[in-house]
C-alpha cells in the first residue's frame, strides 16, 4: 500500500523562485498537515486541513500556502522561497475526528534546499 | 501552550544496553501521547500511544507509561540492538491545541554492535 505520496523527494532551488510540493494519500484520511523537520527544533506544524475545502495555520505558516480540493491531494506552496525554508518537509495524514489518540501516517519527507 | 521536552541526544550505548529516553510535557487536562520513531532516511512512524493516566504504550521491546502525576511519558527498554539506532521523538496530541500534534525535539540514537 502507499500511503502517503510525496513529491519531489530532494529539490534545490534559487531564492526566490516558487515551488510546489505534493502530497497525496490513499488512506481516505480526512486530516492532513504539513510539518518541517529542522536539526535540534524537531517538527513544527506548517498548515494543516481537517477536512476537504478547509485548512488551517499551524506553528510557522509564513512564507507558505496550501490547498485541500479534494480528500486525497494537500499541496504545499512556497510562492517565494527564502533559504531560511530550507528543510526536510513531510506531509501526514490522519483519521482523526476531532478526538485524541490518532495516529500521524507520514510520507518519506522532501528535501528542499534554498540556495 | 501545549509542549514537549524530551532529553537531548545523542545517545550511544552499546548492544542490549538498557534504554531510557526521557519526555515531559506541558498541557491542559489530559492528551494523549505518543512515540514516533524515525529510521534513517524515512519518515516518522508510531512507536507507541498511550492515550489516558497510567496506561502503559508498548510495541517491540519498547514501554512507555503515562505518568500524570509527573506528567512524563519516558520510552524504555531492556535489551537495545543496532537495529534500534534511529530518532524517536515524544509527542502529544491534546484539546487545548484542537488535537492537533506537537513534537518534542527528537533525540537521536546510536547503538554499537
Known amino acids: 500500500t502507499a500511503g502517503i505520496t510525496q513529491a519531489p523527494t530532494s529539490q534545490i532551488l534559487a531564492a526566490g523562485r516558487s515551488m510546489t510540493l505534493r502530497c497525496t494519500q490513499d488512506?481516505?484520511?480526512?486530516?492532513m498537515y504539513w510539518y518541517r523537520q529542522d536539526l535540534g527544533l524537531g517538527l513544527r506544524l506548517i498548515h494543516y486541513?481537517?477536512?476537504?475545502?478547509?485548512?488551517g495555520k499551524g506553528e510557522v505558516p509564513d512564507g507558505y500556502s496550501v490547498s485541500r480540493a479534494n480528500t486525497d491531494d494537500f499541496p504545499l506552496t512556497l510562492a517565494s522561497a527564502v533559504p531560511s525554508q530550507t528543510s526536510v518537509y513531510f506531509c501526514?495524514?490522519?483519521?482523526?475526528?476531532?478526538?485524541?489518540?490518532?495516529?500521524?501516517?507520514f510520507g518519506e519527507g522532501s528535501r528542499l534546499t534554498v540556495l | 501552550g501545549d509542549s514537549v521536552t524530551q532529553m537531548e541526544g545523542p545517545v550511544t550505548l552499546s548492544e542490549e544496553a538498557f534504554l531510557t529516553i526521557n519526555c515531559t510535557y506541558t498541557?491542559?487536562?489530559?492528551?494523549?501521547l505518543f512515540w514516533y520513531v524515525q529510521y534513517p532516511g524515512e519518515g516518522l512512524q508510531l512507536l507507541l500511544k498511550?492515550?489516558?493516566?497510567?496506561d502503559k504504550g508498548s510495541n517491540k521491546g519498547f514501554e512507555a507509561t503515562y505518568r500524570k502525576e509527573t506528567t512524563s511519558f519516558h520510552l524504555e527498554k531492556g535489551s537495545v540492538q543496532v537495529s534500534d539506532s534511529a530518532v524517536y521523538f515524544c509527542?502529544?496530541?491534546?484539546?487545548?491545541?484542537?488535537?492537533?500534534?506537537?513534537f518534542g525535539a527528537g533525540t537521536r540514537l546510536f547503538v554499537k554492535a
Open positions: 509527542a502529544l496530541s491534546g484539546r487545548t491545541g484542537g488535537f492537533k500534534t506537537i
Open positions: 498511550a492515550t489516558k493516566a497510567d
Open positions: 498541557a491542559t487536562g489530559y492528551p494523549s
Open positions: 501526514a495524514s490522519s483519521d482523526q475526528d476531532r478526538g485524541p489518540g490518532g495516529e500521524l501516517f
Open positions: 488512506m481516505r484520511h480526512n486530516a
Open positions: 486541513s481537517n477536512t476537504a475545502g478547509t485548512t
